[in-house]
């Protein structure tokens, strides 16, 4: 039989916004553990009371506060320097044979301009291509033959260069997300590698993310 505090965690982990509530001690735990109640005893099988569910959720604020606290000065009080880039395009195609000999043209092209940007992001059935906006005429002709899902421009970009360590932590892009999406800031891109991260972003939003991102690097360090 499962326990209460494991289906009140499962519950409110699936739900991050909540879980961000709960450990910023914003929310009425009477009031949410009235709301959980249904749930909790559709997934326990059995009638539960309030009390036991605010239970687990005082437990459960606390054990994500002191996480939270660890996690925070042992990664995000260590990120390094954040870069800006503006002027960028994203273009999406979707993959095929002739996709990858078009993806080398365009980075001689590119070899050839020392203050151009660009990177792939290969998914299984598309590829995403973000670059700085004077390589947009060129990449769309040598890609013409090739299939375009999508193209987005007035773009900038925020790249993130995480400790080594970051991969041990679960919940690390959690953290700074959370951040951007409480602020409504929506992430066009995400570029990711072992030890940096870049957020691509309208450029009417990236005076705000990147206020955000400095803050939880400085909010963290305190």
Not at 173 to 201: C, H, P
Request: net charge neutral.
């Amino acid at each position: 039989m499962t326990s209460i505090p494991v289906v009140v965690e499962t519950i409110v982990r699936k739900q991050p916004f909540l879980e961000y509530a709960l450990l910023e001690g914003i929310v009425n735990l009477s009031a949410l553990a009235r709301w959980l109640r249904p749930e909790v005893e559709r997934q326990a099988g059995r009638p539960v009371n309030e009390g036991a569910i605010m239970m687990a959720l005082k437990r459960m604020g606390s054990r994500l506060e002191l996480l939270s606290n660890m996690r925070f000065r042992r990664v995000i009080g260590h990120l390094g320097d954040v870069v800006v880039r503006s002027n960028l395009a994203d273009l999406t195609y979707r993959n095929s044979p002739s996709l990858f000999r078009c993806q080398a043209r365009l980075l001689e092209h590119v070899h050839e301009s020392k203050e151009a940007f660009c990177t792939f992001s290969q998914g299984v059935g598309e590829t995403a291509i973000v670059l700085s906006h004077s390589l947009v005429a060129a990449a769309e002709e040598i890609f013409r033959d090739e299939r375009q899902v999508a193209k987005s421009d007035s773009l900038s970009s925020i790249t993130l260069k995480l400790p080594a360590e970051n991969s041990l932590y679960p919940g690390v892009y959690y953290y700074i997300f959370k951040e951007l999406a409480w602020d409504n800031i929506n992430m066009v891109e995400l570029i990711s590698t072992t030890n940096e991260f870049t957020v691509v972003v309208h450029d009417d939003d990236i005076h705000r993310a990147f206020s955000i991102l400095m803050d939880v690097k400085r909010g963290a360090a305190l």
